[in-house]
């Protein structure tokens, strides 16, 4: 296959996916919180949501090394679609299980976003080559972004006209769809004989300790996630309920940051052709981390939604740093057995943040939550960005010593 046509039916079935998880980001917490009217439900199903995905990602790691990213890719959407689908079929003919159901649901989704995370981590070096990944990363990034633009917005137009559950089966169409387009792509499957699970997912787990720039990076993570968690988890809680706003500006603000996907798509390129790749993530996370405290101190819905745009733009900008430096400093034989525990400690705040969303922010206020967050990730974090930055430098400008902290 051309690498053109090889890198289109890469990005085509990527966004397909990512199409259907924000037209479920969507339509889920809106229905949860009209139908309940409290932000409390919508904390906890946030909550479940990612709580099996945490623990599926080791797993989904050895299985991506085990069978590579392609066929990952391709079951683990057809599942989606299948669940998703008899989801729609319960919210229809037994609405008063909707909630119930939405909520199961999220915790099957969940466990099958980690095979999907951990075959397109897989499949990237693959379809981009060495030379070409921090591009290739930052496609990645702009399909996320695109989907969060289009995904919000058709399912926003969709609403006004249409039954809120007819988006969840058009969700399910969508990630057939994406595994479809991944059929035919390149594909590495372990060649050494599979060891025991409790093996591999002990050396995953040693190879990320024992690599500095990494294990900072998740930790950096993880406390960036800290915040959004809050903020997606209740995002249609704060236009709806505390600005009341209406319901097609919860979309509307969704779009605009993934809008974001187009400027970010004719920026990066430029930007790593006019500073390295260190100084294009420091950007992003001052970015990141004004926009949340301007979040936090919004008076009305406009300043919320153009905070939360400059939130997200500097997080597209920080994470073609995040994406292209890690894939760097990992062996790649080994690269499902450390992305997987890696995910695990990036991704342990968004159940924590659905919880304090939940509990604090039902008490309090979630704006007061969002700003004490932002704080705290301006301030320590910022430190813990220049441990990040400082030991990436170390490992990558003197190769020997980071194959030694991979192997």
């Known amino acids: 296959m051309h690498d053109t046509a090889r890198l289109r039916r890469f990005g085509a079935g990527l966004l397909f996916a990512l199409l259907a998880e924000q037209t479920v980001l969507f339509a889920v917490p809106l229905m949860i919180f009209q139908l309940t009217g409290n932000v409390r439900y919508s904390g906890v199903a946030f909550a479940l949501e990612w709580l099996p995905a945490l623990l599926a990602y080791p797993f989904a790691g050895l299985l991506a090394d085990r069978f590579g990213g392609r066929l990952l890719f391709r079951h683990a959407n057809t599942a989606r679609a299948v669940s998703l689908g008899l989801t729609a079929g319960v919210c229809w003919y037994a609405p008063m299980l909707t909630v119930w159901a939405l909520i ?54 969709l609403a006004m006209y249409a039954d809120k559950r007819l988006l969840l089966g058009l969700a399910a169409l969508a990630f057939a769809a994406a595994g479809v387009c991944w059929k035919g792509l390149p594909n590495t499957q372990s060649a050494s004989p599979p060891k025991s699970i409790r093996k591999d997912l002990v050396l995953g ?170 704080l705290l990730l301006a301030i320590p974090g910022a430190l813990l960005f220049n441990l990040t930055t400082r030991r990436f430098r170390t490992a990558l400008d003197f190769p020997p010593s980071a194959m030694e902290a991979t192997q």
């Open 205 to 374: 787990w040693s190879l990320l300790l024992n690599n500095p720039p990494v294990l900072s990076l998740a930790l950096l993570n993880c406390t960036i996630n800290l915040a959004f968690a809050c903020v997606l988890s209740a995002n249609a809680f704060v236009i709806s309920g505390v600005f009341g706003a209406a319901d097609g500006v919860f979309g509307l603000m969704n779009a605009g940051a993934g809008a974001l996907g187009l400027l970010n798509f004719i920026l990066v390129p430029r930007l790593l052709a006019r500073m390295s790749i260190y100084r294009l993530g420091t950007w992003g996370f001052a970015l990141l981390c004004l926009g949340l405290i301007c979040m936090g101190a919004a008076s009305g819905v406009a300043l919320y939604a153009i905070s939360f745009l400059l939130a997200m733009a500097g997080c597209a900008l920080f994470n073609v740093f995040n994406r292209t430096q890690r894939i760097k400093a990992i062996a790649a034989d080994h690269l499902g057995k450390v992305m997987g525990p890696f995910y695990l400690v990036n991704l342990l705040s968004y159940p924590l943040g659905g919880l304090l969303t939940a509990s604090i922010g039902h008490e309090y206020g979630v704006q007061t939550l969002i700003l004490a967050l932002a």
């Open 104 to 157: 199961g649901n999220g915790i099957v989704l969940s466990l099958l976003m980690a095979p999907v995370r951990m075959a397109v981590e897989k499949s990237v070096p693959l379809i981009a080559g060495p030379e070409r990944l921090a591009h290739c990363q930052s496609l990645v990034q702009n399909m996320e972004l695109l989907a969060m633009a289009l995904g919000p917005a058709l399912a926003a137009l």
